[in-house]
């Protein structure tokens, strides 16, 4: 193996370390502007930089979090006592990265559909994130669920775009978390989720392959099989976490060093409890990790609410979260975890 393939899987095996998992803090502006405000905040920079402080610098937080996923503003951005956000994260044994995708734009002639942009300028973007610090990057591609949908050319060409940002990715020394993400909106049953995940997951793996990118250097971020939320029969969590890994031994090749899921709309103990039978289950050959956004953050920002002098419940809200998923990657969470919470 090459020096340079070898630094790539040893920074996604430390981003899938045993006991951690990747806290997702990339919401562009538009949607932190929308978290921001739903708790009663104003956004701006500011606002976005303290919140996201606050989290990074939880006591204790390096304990359960292998790295953090930033938006550009905030990989550029310096904390309150001027420390450049890459260099505080790195202070504080977490590892910095940065969202690199323009977002999920409307498919030509796919109604309902995206693909997701931000391909183009990529090489020289990546070069410049990695200068700031950035060690590994993101990229989410959205599949929309329905009667119709998805089309075969909404897979393909989102599993195309990952592979290309991929392999530019792994070029410039950086390692992609490849995000294919299956929603959850809509009345669809976890049979159905088994299969179009399965489609997604194989049509992206085909096209890394393809494409040449080394897998033992990426981190894969799936959805886990779920019913869609308005489904009416409702999964126990036994099984979707039979159906997920049963899914993934199916597709996933054993070279990839870990798969940390996305939270995408689950309730805070769900998706710790989902996680933690996941790996209950015992004998995968990968890491089985998360990568959550809300999952971590929603209860801590809410607890927030910008008001300083309730920064530190906010923070003890979100080192208990960490604790819990934490607690998970061993399949050790249980729900009376819950109630050891002192906000
Ligand atoms: P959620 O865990 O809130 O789904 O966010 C994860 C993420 O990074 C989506 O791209």
Redesign the pocket.
């Known amino acids: 193996m090459t020096g340079h393939r070898q630094a790539l899987r040893d920074t996604a095996r430390e981003m899938v370390a045993a006991g951690q998992g990747i806290l ?1 803090a ?1 919401e562009s502006n538009a949607t932190m502007t929308k978290r921001l405000e739903a708790v009663g905040v104003e956004s701006s920079p500011d606002s976005r930089r303290d919140f996201r402080e606050l989290l990074v610098t939880t006591p204790g937080a390096g304990e359960h979090i292998s790295a953090v ?1 930033l938006y550009d503003e905030t990989l550029r951005q310096t904390s309150s006592d001027g420390t450049p956000f890459p260099e505080l994260l790195a202070r504080l044994g977490m590892i910095p990265g940065i969202k690199v995708d323009t977002g999920a734009k409307p498919l030509a002639c796919a109604p309902g559909e995206t693909v997701t942009e931000g391909l183009d300028g990529l090489r020289e973007r990546l070069d410049e994130y990695r200068g700031l610090g950035a060690r590994f990057a ?1 990229w ?1 591609a959205v599949i929309a669920v329905d009667a119709e949908r998805p089309s075969r050319r909404a897979v393909a060409v989102n599993a195309h775009a990952l592979a290309r940002y991929a392999a530019l990715c792994q070029e410039a020394g950086i390692v992609p978390i490849v ?1 294919p ?1 299956v929603l959850m909106d809509g009345g669809h049953d976890i049979a159905r989720s088994q299969e179009l995940t399965g489609d997604t997951l194989r049509a992206v793996f085909a096209e890394l392959v393809d494409q040449g990118v080394a897998l033992e250097g990426i981190v894969l ?1 799936p959805n886990m099989v779920l019913a869609g939320y308005d489904c009416p029969e409702q999964p126990e969590v036994e099984e979707v976490a039979q159906r997920t890994l049963e899914l993934l031994r199916q597709v996933v090749p054993a070279a990839v060093p870990g798969i940390a899921f ?4 689950q309730s805070d103990e769900l998706a710790s409890a989902r996680l933690s039978a996941i790996n209950a289950i015992g004998g995968a050959p990968w890491q089985l990790s998360f ?6 953050q929603a209860t801590a920002l809410a607890q927030w609410s910008g008001e300083d002098c309730r920064a530190a419940g906010a923070q003890s809200v979100f080192a208990h979260r960490a604790r819990c998923n934490g607690q998970a990657r061993n399949g050790h969470y249980t729900p009376d975890m819950e109630r050891s919470l002192v906000a």
């Not at 990568?291 to 971590?296: Q, T």
């Open positions: 997702a990339d996923i993101k989410r995000e993400e971020k996305l939270s995408g709309g990568s959550y956004g809300r999952a971590l």
